[in-house]
């Protein structure tokens, strides 16, 4: 007995030694000898020929417990290919090239989903034996200039997808490569393959990119197929409300984002009063979103820029995707039309206003007719057409529409009893509503040589809002109204890839926009009946852009790239002519562990968001983007960012972030506690709704943690951010930066999910800091010097001197996969704040009290949502 407890001693003991640290640390050493000492070192054995290896010297550092990766390490850069037989054994495989040739080609060529044939945009290729990789572009391809003749190891990955390590012919003709996906659906069931994607090749700081199929994993607030919903749970992202709002990124307002779908810009992304976003998740194949330091090829925003490329269209088998769930049904077709020709179209809208009716005739006991009207849905279209009339050119056309309807026949006072809501009155108020964007782009794209990729595209972007009112407050008054406004975008774009060498990667481009704004009131007040009031106003502006913009993607070692840029624009509204330097850096410690990046960068943007909020005729669609003039100088603003990467172990990543940025000339309202004093407001111009407004500067920073978690039937994600914003406008004479509207100083958020077979459950948890909010420290009385009415106003020396009270939430979300008549279906259930917490979302303050408290508005109670999901292929 005490001898086999000893061997069992003996084995716990050394069990732990086996499944420690392996650490290789060599520069030039003999390759012969690196490997004896690996040997030593980790008991693996590495079969090889002496006399194939003895040329070779080695340089690495590594830590960590992989053998394998040990092994990689040892022989990068090095003309050799590690095959693995057993658990402890490896082989090392001479790669048959003339290292000594002086002959060189460019290695070029695109790559592809296996399954759709669709590009993969800012896929990895690397050459291992070069110490050199290329990113492909919008178009897929990548070019590697200055690769020696001969068969070389090239090793092609991307997010989501399988990864291809590759014996290749390099004699200069284009190849192609074809990638797999990860997620396998194999009769209802997910089968996820084990990731084995290289972090070390993108150099933005900041940069978020994800496939569409795993942002689809994460839970929405409201719906399953909405990318910012998807987005949130990222660090440094969170919403500007708990189900509506826009998106708030490290703490800039919503309207410092710039939202791309194919290259083109579109102004409000948002459906239901934000409540649901105009990006389908389904609907794209490819979302970028850079936060803070973004290449110089973007511009004309402050914050972030999220960049979305819709999808070709299947190029294999045609495929139906619909789907229904609680605020809208959606469909989505993918077909090819020939071998060089496919199609995409997708479809969405709401239903609510099928269920509770459009029109309600009412009447009364006195015989009065009306006909009431609650008449509210959203839609959107997107198509895109994709053709190759050869191997070198691509052709493609998008287009978007989508539109929010509102109509709405409502007696003026409004209450819950819903006998006295349902009857004819003489005080009413209608409002006919209707926003949207519309967008049409042409690209084209040409591999003009190996070395240089030719994409020029041609667009229009509108957003237009129009608002009729007809109110009537009282027996003898009446105000009817027609409100519009309208953003038009006509641009021009064309962007050049040069591949200079096997360390240079140069893209420069230019871009002209023409834009033109409207806004237009025409009203009537009548006060009696033989006294009335009309208003028209009417505001045209026309305003080009022109901007260039140049970046090297530099590689001067294998560990370290630099990615420096410059923008340069001009802007005629104000003759404004400003220069933005970019700077990137990434410096990889461990291609498979730990990446460190950093970045600096200036951003500027022309274009401001306004709202009159005196307005009572227009104010749900009164929001509206004005240029910037000789007046208004455009805002400016500059971020450094650091952060790291790093991969502890296989399907875990760690990701930390710090940030510093500073703005000035932002727009920051006067008073933002403004009453609505009466039916007038201050008109449209623009000079007259500025006047509320001060220029002013603002901070902010913070520090985000990110962690997501893949293992087997597991999925975590997790986030952190630490952070202030504070603004201080010029007009005030200290230096006092207060703090922002949306200020959090801790945010976090945590999503645990689990799959069961075909089932999938998970639980969700949001909680931040309450948002400011400005308490009032008393009140005063004044008198009208006419009437002598006592009017109460609240006094407020300090702006957002106080918090709501900190948010919290928990979800759960619950799925079903599978299949039946000839389709595969997808069902989900998400129960929404299951612990029925009703958070305080914002405070107002009634200034006729006597004592005045602060009066809660509450957010959304529990609810059910469902989605449901068919695909045919």
């Known amino acids: 007995m005490l001898r086999i407890l000893s061997i069992l001693l003996l084995v716990g003991l050394t069990g732990p030694v086996l499944a420690q640290d392996i650490r290789v640390d060599v520069n030039r050493t003999p390759l012969l000898e690196a490997l004896a000492s690996f040997t030593v070192e980790t008991g693996v054995d590495v079969v090889f020929s002496r006399t194939v290896v003895q040329p070779y010297r080695a340089t690495c550092r590594y830590t960590g417990t992989s053998a394998q990766d040990a092994l990689v390490c040892l022989v990068t850069g090095l003309p050799f290919r590690v ?36 590009t993969l945009i800012g896929a990895h290729v690397q050459v291992p034996a070069l110490g050199a990789g290329a990113i492909t572009n919008e178009a897929g391809y990548f070019a590697l200039p200055g690769v020696p003749t001969g068969r070389r190891r090239v090793v092609t990955s991307y997010v989501g997808y399988l990864s291809s390590d590759t014996l290749l012919v390099v004699d200069g003709n284009p190849i192609g490569v074809a990638l797999t996906p990860s997620a396998l659906e194999v009769d209802g069931v997910v089968i996820e393959a ?141 077909s090819p039309i020939s071998p060089r020709a496919s199609f995409m179209l997708s479809g969405r809208r709401s239903y609510i206003d099928k269920i509770i009716g459009r029109e309600h005739p009412v009447s009364d006991d006195a015989g009065r007719r009306d006909t009431l009207r609650t008449g509210y849905y959203f839609y959107d279209w997107s198509a895109k057409l994709s053709y190759r009339p050869d191997a070198k050119s691509s052709l493609s056309i998008s287009y978007y529409t989508g539109r929010d309807v509102l109509d709405l026949r409502l007696p003026f006072d409004v209450s819950l009893d819903i006998n006295s809501f349902l009857r004819p009155a003489d005080l009413f108020f209608e409002v006919d509503q209707g926003w949207g964007n519309r967008l049409f782009s042409v690209r084209f794209q040409r591999l003009l040589s190996e070395r240089l990729f030719l994409t020029t595209t041609l667009y229009e972007s509108r957003y237009d809002a129009r608002e009729s009112t007809d109110i009537r407050p009282s027996q003898s008054a009446f105000v009817s109204s027609d409100y519009s406004v309208l953003v038009d975008d006509l641009g021009a774009r064309l962007d050049l890839d040069w591949y200079a060498s096997l360390t240079h990667q140069v893209r420069a481009g230019v871009q002209m ?123 400016r603003s500059g971020q450094v960012t650091g952060g790291l990467e790093y991969r502890p172990t296989g399907g875990l990543t760690l990701t930390a972030d710090v940030y510093l940025r500073r703005s000035r000339n932002v727009l920051l309202p006067d008073d933002e506690f403004r009453t609505r004093d009466g039916l007038l407001g201050p008109g449209i111009e623009v000079s ?103 009017v109460y106003v609240l006094y407020r020396p300090d702006v957002n001197n106080g918090r709501l009270p900190a948010y919290f939430r928990s979800d759960v979300h619950v799925g079903y996969r599978f299949s039946a008549w000839n389709a595969d279906w997808k069902a989900e259930l998400n129960l929404f704040n299951v612990f029925f917490r009703r958070n305080v979302i914002g405070q107002s303050f009634d200034p006729n009290a006597e004592q005045v408290t602060a009066r809660d508005r509450l957010g959304l109670p529990f609810l059910p949502l469902f989605d449901i999901e068919m695909r045919i292929r």
């Open 513 to 635: 926009v023409q834009r033109r704004f409207e806004s237009e009131l025409d009203a009537v007040i009548t006060y009696t009946g033989s006294f009335s009031e009309p208003l028209s106003d009417r505001e045209d502006a026309v305003s080009p852009e022109l901007t260039a913009y140049i970046q090297d993607l530099w590689q001067p070692t294998p560990n370290l790239r630099i990615l420096p840029g410059l923008r340069v624009s001009y802007f005629g509204g104000g003759q404004y002519i400003r220069a933005s330097p970019r700077l990137n850096l990434q410096f990889v410690v461990h291609p498979q562990r730990l990446i460190l990046r950093a970045g600096a960068s200036t951003q500027v943007q022309y274009l401001q968001r306004i709202q009159d909020r005196l307005a009572y005729l227009y104010n749900l669609v009164s929001s509206r983007w004005v240029p910037a003039s000789a007046g208004v100088p455009p805002s």
């Open 83 to 118: 095959q693995q037989i057993s658990s402890a054994q490896f082989v090392l495989i001479l790669l048959v090239v003339d290292p000594f040739s002086d002959r060189t080609h460019i290695l070029s060529g695109f790559v592809t989903d296996a399954w759709s044939g669709e």
């Open 194 to 334: 084990a990731p084995n994607v290289r972090a070390d090749l993108d150099s933005t700081p900041g940069l978020v990119s994800l496939p569409t199929a795993q942002l689809r994993a994460l839970p929405g607030t409201l719906g399953s197929d909405d990318v910012l919903e998807s987005l949130r749970w990222l660090p440094g992202i969170e919403r500007a409300g708990e189900a509506s709002g826009g998106l708030m990124i490290r703490g800039a307002g919503p309207d410092q984002n710039l939202y791309l779908i194919d290259g083109v810009p579109i102004y409000h992304p948002w459906h239901a009063f934000s409540l649901v976003s105009t990006f389908q998740t389904g609907t794209f194949r490819d979302i970028l979103l850079y936060r803070g330091a973004f290449p110089a090829e973007y511009g004309g925003r402050l914050s972030s820029v999220l960049d979305a490329e819709m999808r070709d269209g299947g190029r294999s088998d045609p495929q139906v995707t619909a789907g229904v769930n609680t605020l809208h049904a959606r469909f989505l077709i993918e």
């Open 688 to 790: 007259t709704l500025l006047a509320q407004y001060d220029r002013g500067q603002e901070r902010a920073g913070g520090v985000e943690l990110g962690l997501d978690f893949r293992r087997a039937s597991w999925r975590v994600v997790g986030s952190y951010s630490g952070s202030y914003t504070r603004n201080r406008p010029y007009s005030e004479a200290d230096d006092v930066f207060r703090p922002a509207r949306f200020d959090a100083p801790r945010n976090g958020s945590l999503v645990v999910q689990r799959a069961f077979g075909p089932w999938t459950a998970g639980v969700s948890t949001i909680w931040r800091s309450g948002y400011p909010v400005t308490v009032p420290e008393g009140r005063y009385a004044v008198s009208d010097r006419v009437s002598g009415q006592i």
